[in-house]
């Protein structure tokens, strides 16, 4: 299967590139870099010495996407409509985990969706997409008697905040108990003076250090605390469910997919 990546020279990027390499179900066919990358119209192999010596890292679009099957997208907000209108054109599916998406991106998002197959996820571990399910399970199970809040901390240069991954993780909590997260959610406790209500869903954000990722989703009841916790140890896994993630979208037809459709597919070939 062919793939394009977008955001090659960042970190992500690069190890996303890494394990399209190591794959022998993947071949790289695209690099794509911002216009302003000191490494833009650089041959690939400055990045990757063994990388196949026709392949340049360019802030081309259409020049990067053209040859391939799905695009893998970790860039930034800013990017998504120039990259989503070559992929609708060119009819190639894509992955996105760029965080920070306003509305008017899920829109868009919802929009191509009709046209070619997305899979957006603002998080590719595995861990972490199968965390999501048990909160929203246990948030059905353990009711409106246990208060739900979040907790994260990340590194020192992230700059959205909530995380993507916590809000999704908040959203789960939200829907196991038939919750809008919008209408529940409180980001800043210091503005009012007032107790929590019954269905708060509270955020508190920690930035500092090197932290690739911790997350807590935390229910609290008057008798007892039951908490569930992810930690990311290295980044590469995030790589490794972004390439698993497009070799099944490979397979798909147009449609605005989740990553728990791929643990739920796995699920179904297990048991038959």
């Not at 022998?24 to 690939?44: D, F, I, R, Y």
């Not at 990722?213 to 007892?224: L, M, P, Q, R, Y």
């Not at 490794?240 to 798909?252: F, M, S």
Request: net charge neutral; charged share 20%.
């Amino acid at each position: 299967m062919s793939i394009a990546v977008a955001g090659a020279s960042g970190r992500m990027g690069q190890l996303i590139l890494q394990q399209v390499f190591e794959s022998p179900q993947a071949t790289l066919v695209g690099a794509k870099v911002s216009c302003t990358s000191p490494l833009n119209e650089a041959p690939l192999t400055s990045l990757f010495p063994y990388a196949p010596q026709t392949l340049i890292l360019t802030s081309q679009t259409d020049r990067a996407f053209k040859d391939a099957q799905i695009i893998i997208d970790f860039t930034v907000p800013e990017t998504l409509r120039t990259h989503l209108e070559v992929a609708q054109r060119e009819k190639i599916g894509m992955i996105i985990g760029t965080t920070g998406l306003s509305q008017e991106h899920f829109t868009m998002l919802e929009k191509a969706s009709l046209t070619i197959p997305i899979l957006y996820s603002a998080n590719f571990s595995l861990g972490i997409n199968l965390l999501i399910e048990v909160v929203k399970e246990a948030s059905k199970s353990l009711g409106a008697g246990f208060d739900i809040e979040m907790l994260e901390m990340h590194h020192r240069h992230k700059q959205d905040a909530p995380s993507g991954t916590s809000l999704s993780l908040a959203k789960a909590a939200a829907e196991g108990r038939n919750l809008t997260l919008q209408e529940k959610a409180i980001y800043d406790r210091t503005r009012e003076r007032q107790a929590r209500r019954e269905d708060d869903i509270g955020f508190a954000v920690l930035r500092g250090g090197s932290v690739i990722g911790d997350h807590s989703v935390i229910f609290a009841s008057d008798e007892e605390i039951v908490e569930f916790s992810h930690r990311a140890l290295k980044r590469e896994m995030y790589a490794k469910g972004a390439l698993r993630a497009a070799l099944w979208l490979a397979n798909q037809k147009p449609g605005y997919y989740k990553f728990s459709d791929i643990l739920t597919t796995s699920e179904k070939k297990v048991v038959s």
